[in-house]
């Protein structure tokens, strides 16, 4: 409603194990936030997914369950064998509570090389409204090698948020084959360039290239990492993230 301010989350993921649970973090990160903002009625005005692997969407039920969410965003792909069945099931939580629902699909993102609408972009704040935009969703069939197109990491969002004077671009996890093709659909335009870069891939070795960075050009760069101190299998210690 006019007036009311909005709220956007990218991603419900983590790391799970005897030392850390990412679900319960993130909840009570959420809860402390809407205990603050009263104002914001537990609501998410918009969840996007930018690829259904678990450490993206692990927390997708809690939030379901535990706060009201208005729009979701992802690729409309299914994931693999330990995400498929989650999947499935927020797809049908979407039809049961009536959420508006947008995949960025290959045929979506192919006719657009820049995509919003009011489910992708449903915020109407006073002042300074953000601008939210998706430069890549879902790739092609015959873009890359069968290895490469079924790994889910090179259909994630890239998502462009513009507010007032200030920008954030966040890639997903990309990987170069992909950064590439987003590259190339993005040479004649301005809508990588952005102050902050939510850097690829927990800090990858191949979810940041120096040519990507020069069209980003930066000013600050958050990378999502986990503690190197969790040394177990699924960690950021055990990828030899960043």
Known sequence: AAGRQTWVLIDAGGEKNS????????????????A???????????????????????GVPAVLERYT?????????MGSSNTKGQQQNLHEQISARGLRYFPVTAEA??????????????????????????LSGEAPTDQWSKGQYENLNNHSLAIRVQFGKSSMLVTGDLEVVA???????????????????????????????RELLAQITPKVAVMQTGRANRQQMWTAWAYGHP
Not at 19 to 34: G, I, K, N, P, W
Not at 117 to 132: R, S
């Open 69 to 77: 969410v208005k729009n979701v965003v992802d690729s409309g792909l």
């Open 109 to 134: 993102a192919e006719r657009n090389t820049s995509l919003t609408n009011t489910t992708i972009d449903p915020l109407a704040c006073k002042a300074v409204n953000p601008a939210i935009t998706i």
């Open 36 to 58: 603050r903002r009263t104002d914001l009625n537990r609501t998410i005005d918009v969840l996007f997914i930018t690829h259904p692997h678990i450490d993206h969407v692990r």
């Open 19 to 34: 030392q850390f649970d990412s679900v319960a973090e993130l909840t009570r990160h959420l809860d402390a936030f809407f």
């Open 179 to 209: 950064i590439e093709r987003l590259l190339e659909r993005q040479r004649t335009g301005t809508l990588l360039d952005a102050d902050v870069y939510v850097v690829g891939h927990h800090g990858s070795a191949n979810g940041t290239t």
